[in-house]
């Protein structure tokens, strides 16, 4: 996979530098989730329960609304053209997912990875960039244009596009209605929704590239995306529209901020530490959810996914503490990662 005429030292600007997987840590044991839990004031631990159940509460009416609204483009959009950088490499990213280097390495028949809500590439690039084969494809959407035509630009993903291992397109994945258009990637016409936007990915998909039509993929990444949908009905429309596009033998690798992150209480201080909904509006109005564990297990598992059985791949929370040097504070990062496969009855 490595491949030594690469160039890794080109910085891309406040978005990191590219590094070889081999020389870079996953911070994910800087202390214990139980042990944080425990440090917790009454009324934090209060708070983290009332919103842990309103994370079940919510999955469990799933179903109930006889509409699924479109996911808002616009605040993203604002939120790339004002911030191209704001997500970093994700160098860590092999190391996160042991059993992704098994997937690339295949050489039986063409490889294909997609990558939900790709943004300007921090996920897909550091994969790129070690990856020397030629069977390996890759596939990304996002809900902006600016952030895949940052993507774009860069030197690596001109090259894929140049080989074609490379298609990205334009979608709002949890919506009802897509747009795509792999050339400008200037949203077009919206598409009319089918089997209550079931088939979302699947017809975006063959809509972007012809040779992209049926197409299944080894393995779908799901990085900090669900997060940002507002709702556990988004979540659960998003996870059965790539459902569709999996192999029977593929992987689902999942991402996301954790419970009790340092940032939840900070969202929890700017409303009063009123619980009204389980989606946090920021100031440029995205928004953002945290997860845990029993919940996204429920969720998954509602939409026929269980955990693989690989102990480095199950779902297990990574906690990463950053200390202020000069004021001593310290800042708990509490992040949930797992990769799912089909349960043995989907």
């Known amino acids: 996979m490595e491949d030594k005429t690469c160039t890794l030292a080109t910085r891309t600007r406040n978005g ?25 004031t009454k009324a934090e631990r209060s708070n983290v329960e009332k919103y842990m159940s309103k994370c079940l509460a919510e999955l469990s009416r799933v179903g109930s609304s006889s ?4 996911v808002p483009v616009k605040p993203w959009e604002t939120h790339f053209s004002a911030s191209k950088y704001h997500f970093p490499l994700k160098n860590y990213i092999l190391h996160a997912f042991p059993l992704l280097r098994t997937v690339l390495s295949r050489q039986d028949q063409p490889v294909w990875l997609l990558e939900c809500g790709c943004g300007t590439g921090s996920t897909l690039l550091p994969i790129m960039s070690e990856c020397t084969s030629l069977n390996v494809n890759f596939v990304g959407f996002d809900i902006s244009p600016s952030a895949l035509s940052h993507f ?8 894929y596009l140049q080989r074609n291992q490379l298609k990205l397109f334009t979608l709002a994945i949890g ?18 929704r089918t089997d209550d936007g079931v088939n979302l990915v699947v017809d975006a998909l063959a809509g972007a590239d012809k040779s992209l039509r049926d197409q299944k993929f080894d393995a779908i990444f799901l990085i900090f995306v669900l997060s940002a949908l507002p709702t556990v009905e988004k979540m659960v429309s998003a996870i059965k529209q790539l459902k569709r596009v999996l192999k029977p033998d593929g992987i689902l690798l999942f991402r996301d901020y954790a419970l009790p992150d340092h940032n939840f209480f900070r969202f929890l201080s700017k409303v009063d530490n009123r619980l ?16 845990h564990r029993e919940f996204v297990t429920k969720l998954f598992a509602s939409c026929g996914f269980v955990t693989v059985d690989d102990a480095p791949s199950r779902l297990m929370y990574h906690c990463n503490r950053i200390v202020n040097r000069k004021n001593g504070k310290r800042m708990d990062k509490i992040f949930i990662n797992g990769t799912f496969k089909f349960a043995s009855s989907s």
């Open 16 to 40: 990191g530098t590219l590094r070889y997987s081999k020389d870079v840590k996953l911070h994910a044991n800087d202390f214990e989730w139980d042990e944080k839990v425990a440090e917790l």
């Open 175 to 192: 919506s009802a209605a897509y747009v795509a258009d792999v050339d400008t990637m200037v949203p077009t016409m919206k598409r009319p």
């Open 67 to 70: 509409s699924l609204e479109e």
């Open 152 to 159: 774009k630009s860069h030197g690596i993903a001109q090259d």
């Open 276 to 291: 009204e909904e389980i989606a946090f509006v920021k100031g440029d109005c995205t928004t953002q959810v945290f997860f």
